[in-house]
């Protein structure tokens, strides 16, 4: 499956435009972190960009989120891999891999730097910073959805915190466009 093949895939089955930055913005982190770690940019980019497809049919039965996403994603013979990833990222398989870890670390860190941007004076990607990404990060109320634990488990494919931060949020600002951001 080409990029532009899950794009097409993913962008009908959003109705809420914001959940659709959602997925770009994942896309767009597990990209720069495949990078970092020299990983298939190509296929990091995919697990980023389809792990949400079935949350709108899920959304009242989070136990089915992922397993719809399996079987919609079934007749198109991707590697075992990316399916494992996008079950990782909310608990249906276990987080074996760097890339499992990685998309169940980026997920919530969107939301992050998608609610500082908001509340930054420019309310622009191009004018934050990772300091003040961080900063948010340690304020208990803000942003309550975006899981802290969650996304301090960079720690476990060692990267801190604040690499993770940097990472992230240069590859959000790549697309600040297509977030509206």
Not at 92 to 103: C, F, G, I, Y
Not at 140 to 147: E, I, T
């Amino acid at each position: 499956m080409t990029r532009e093949q899950a794009y097409q895939l993913a962008k009908p089955r959003f109705s809420n435009k914001n959940l659709f930055k959602h997925v770009l913005a994942v896309e767009a982190v597990m990209r720069e972190l495949a990078a970092h770690f020299d990983q298939d940019v190509e296929k990091w980019g995919l697990v980023g960009l389809l792990h949400d497809l079935d949350y709108e049919e899920t959304k009242d039965d989070p136990d089915r989120h992922t397993l719809v996403t399996e079987e919609l994603l079934r007749d198109y013979d991707l590697p075992s891999d990316i399916i494992h990833a996008i079950k990782a990222h909310n608990g249906h398989a276990p987080l074996d891999s760097l890339m499992d870890k990685a998309v169940y670390a980026a997920d919530p860190i969107t939301g992050l730097i998608v609610a500082a941007t908001l509340m930054h004076p420019e309310k622009k990607l191009s004018a934050v910073t990772p300091d003040f990404v961080l900063r948010r990060f340690k304020e208990k109320h803000f942003a309550r959805g975006a899981n802290r634990e969650q996304i301090r488990s960079c720690e476990n494919f060692d990267l801190t915190l604040e690499q993770f931060t940097v990472i992230a949020l240069e590859g959000m600002q790549k697309i600040s466009k297509e977030l509206g951001l």
